[in-house]
């Protein structure tokens, strides 16, 4: 884990190195275009040009102020000592501690990605029982075709759909377009705002699910389909238990491994993930818009910040997949066997 850390933080920071248009270049843009009475006009491709409105000295003191006048190597040490301890320092764009800004951001993204976690969860592994036990049936395919249907219909234009169906596009005009709740939400009841707040999210979740049913729905069937074929399952039935006990006994057992060694590590990444479409077509400020910002602006600190924090994680979360499967299951071991 922790060269693979190293490897993605050095590859990312050598990256931005190379990238125009950073904070230094934007300062000298923002004076330059202060000092002359007008509008700035700066593009984040716009090469460095700073010789050609301010002095060296001025230049030397903006270089400086984002500590852009060290060597590179120096640079990168002193932003690995200072992560370790998660101190990321302050956003360049919008002059806030990168923890807070991050922390601000959380509700949207933790509302968008725990309800999609559940949904996926809660609806698809009852599905993809129901599929394995009535496989090659009706119910089978139309319910096939309705999740890869799903699937393939990209989450910003399903939302763009539910928005004209639902949102007072065209048809019904039945759930908000925007935010998480409503702008007399303080003034509600403890039942008003639970309401409401879902009342909000339902546009959202249903954008950002009905694409992982696909996945999550055929893995779970299929992994019931083999456990079903196999000989035990044969012996079982010979001595007559019930397709029930057969099912929830002995198969259910054997088969939910797959899916539920994924669980710790899709639970964690659930509260952090962040998706700039459907937070921009939802007009919801959460990580996704974040993220897309901050790369736009070339905000270094919460770029690098976040993915220093979010890679690892993704690490812990990988981890302890790796970690549920020896829990579950006892045949799997790390030990070295012994011949």
């Not at 981890?319 to 030990?335: A, C, E, G, K, N």
Request: proline fraction near 4%; include cysteine.
């Amino acid at each position: 884990m922790i060269p693979t850390l190293f490897g993605i933080m050095l590859i990312t920071f050598t990256v931005t190195q190379f990238v125009p248009g950073g904070p230094v270049e934007r300062m000298i843009a923002e004076i330059e275009g202060a000092s002359k009475g007008g509008e700035v006009s700066f593009s984040s491709s716009t090469l460095y040009q700073g010789s050609q409105g301010l002095d060296a000295e001025r230049i030397e003191q903006i270089r400086a102020l984002y500590e852009f006048d060290k060597p590179p190597v120096e640079r990168f040490i002193s932003m690995m000592g200072n992560y370790i301890v998660f101190d990321f320092g302050n956003s360049y764009y919008h002059h806030r501690s990168v923890v807070d800004l991050v922390i601000s951001k959380l509700p949207v993204s933790m509302s968008l990605g725990l309800w999609s976690f559940l949904i996926v969860y809660g609806v698809c592994i009852p599905l993809g029982i129901k599929k394995a036990v009535m496989d090659g049936s009706r119910f089978d395919v139309l319910s096939s075709t309705a999740i890869l249907v799903g699937y393939a219909i990209p989450g910003f234009v399903l939302a763009i759909l539910l928005i004209v169906l639902f949102g007072g596009g065209s048809f019904w005009n039945i759930f908000p377009l925007r935010g998480l709740v409503s702008d007399n939400w303080s003034d509600m009841t403890l039942i008003g705002k639970i309401l409401d707040y879902l009342w909000h999210m339902v546009l959202p979740i249903i954008s950002s699910a009905v694409g992982s049913l696909a996945v999550m729905t055929l893995l779970t069937k299929n992994s019931f389909l083999e456990e079903i074929r196999k000989q035990y399952v044969l012996t079982a039935r010979a001595k007559g238990l019930t397709e029930t006990k057969i099912l929830y006994r002995h198969v259910f057992r054997n088969a939910i491994i797959p899916i539920i060694t994924g669980f710790p590590g899709s639970f964690i990444t659930a509260f952090f993930t962040g998706s700039l479409l459907i937070e921009t077509i939802f007009s919801l400020d959460g990580m996704g818009l974040l993220a897309y910002e901050s790369i736009l602006n070339r905000d270094y600190p919460v770029v690098l910040g976040t993915l220093y924090f979010f890679t690892i994680i993704g690490l812990i979360s990988r981890l302890l997949s790796d970690l549920s499967y020896v829990m579950v299951d006892p045949r799997i071991t790390f030990d070295r066997m012994e011949s």
